[in-house]
């Protein structure tokens, strides 16, 4: 079955710094969603990328999904500490089933 | 009204106990979802209901009994649970279709005794 992976596991950022998550999946994706959960809290929906070679920004965040619709990435600059959370990649497929990443966790030193 | 309402928040139940975990949502999404997180691990798929009719069941074990008794609403009956089975139950909602993004309630943390 489809297979998600995300790299790093943890991610220890100095505010201000930047930093990339990546995230490979073992099949071609009809699309790439990302979701952020706060500590004790739930994920939700930053953004979907469908097309190949995508681009997408959402104020500091910047996402790209791969030509071969296999990877992605979510670039953040300038971390502040409301960036704090674990980010989670999703693969979308057939039957409205979401395969999620095993996460980047991500804590900021102030 | 962009929520996923999960009830109740917190539960303790014991492993001879039935509970239900219950979860409405009012977008007129047509596609619920039960799925399970341990502690920093990513939520694990259990079900998929489209069109109020179960259509992905995870190999999840019969002592998770579904329920989707209308397009508002999604249960999940639990019996003779296990302590490895404490976890956060999150219930999501969608659109059917691929490219749809998936609305997540604030889960039922759960722990079995």
């Known amino acids: 079955g489809q297979q998600v992976m995300q790299i790093p596991q943890y991610q220890h950022v100095q505010e201000g710094e930047d930093f990339t998550t990546y995230c490979n999946s073992s099949t071609t994706l009809s699309n790439i969603q990302w979701y952020k959960q706060r500590p004790g809290g739930h994920p939700v929906f930053l953004i979907q990328l469908v097309k190949s070679g995508e681009v997408k920004k959402q104020k500091r965040l910047t996402f790209q999904f791969g030509e071969a619709k296999k990877n992605s990435s979510l670039h953040i600059t300038a971390t502040q500490t409301t960036d704090v959370g674990t980010y989670f990649c999703?693969?979308?497929?057939?039957?409205?089933?979401?395969?999620f990443g095993g996460g980047t966790r991500v804590l900021v030193k102030p | 009204d962009t929520e996923v309402t999960q009830t109740p928040k917190h539960l303790v139940m014991g492993m001879t106990n039935k509970k239900s975990l219950k979860c409405e949502q009012h977008?007129?999404?047509?596609?619920m979802y039960w799925y399970k997180q341990k502690a920093k691990k990513p939520p694990e798929l259990m079900f998929v209901y489209s069109y109020e009719k179960l259509s992905i069941n995870e190999s999840v074990p019969s002592r998770f009994s579904p329920e989707c008794p209308n397009s508002s609403l999604l249960n999940l009956h639990l019996h003779a649970l296990q302590p490895e089975d404490s976890a956060l139950y999150l219930c999501a909602s969608s659109r059917i279709g691929r490219n749809t993004e998936a609305f997540f309630g604030q889960g039922t943390r759960l722990t079995v005794v």
């Open positions: 977008m007129g999404h047509r596609a």
């Open positions: 999703a693969g979308g497929a057939a039957g409205n089933k979401l395969t």
